[in-house]
């Protein structure tokens, strides 16, 4: 609020409403320069392949297994033991019957397979992988003949 000049004596009732504006524009700025730093998804080292990319507009359930065994279904933490009852009551799974599943390279085999596994105990049906492209697959071949079995 603020008084008028002039010489009557009557108060201005305006209310200003800069610098909640100017207020709000820095906000703004600050969220715009930092959502794109906000990393939800889980860091896996994805094998390299050549293959099609999947397109799917409405999204995909996905479970990841980091190389520290830990793994998220859709993002969200979840035990081993918990997987199974979570995927069975998941309405994803119920509808569609069907799961994409990412894993670190570093991750021993025996691991995804178990994931799949309790997978498919929990009515999935169909299972699918997920990597990385790679515009070379010579080169990856070349680098797996090289190593040498122990």
Do not use: C, H
Not at 80 to 89: E, P
């Amino acid at each position: 609020m603020g008084m008028s000049s002039g010489g009557d004596g009557e108060l201005n009732s305006e209310i200003n409403v800069t610098p909640m504006v100017d207020v709000m524009l820095v906000l703004l700025i600050i969220f715009m320069i930092t959502a794109p730093m906000m990393n939800t998804g889980v860091d896996l080292d994805l094998p390299k392949v050549t293959a099609k990319n999947i397109e799917d507009p409405e999204g995909k359930l996905v479970l990841s297994i980091d190389k520290t065994n830990r793994i998220f279904l859709g993002g969200t933490q979840v035990t081993w033991q918990d997987l199974k009852v979570k995927l069975a009551a998941n309405e994803r799974v119920k509808k569609e019957s069907e799961l994409y599943i990412e894993a670190d390279t570093a991750l021993p085999y025996g691991v995804v397979i178990t994931a799949m596994a309790v997978a498919k105990d929990a009515g999935v049906e169909k299972v699918m992988m997920l990597t990385e492209a790679e515009d070379n697959l010579a080169t990856r071949l070349g680098e797996l003949d090289q190593i040498k079995p122990k």
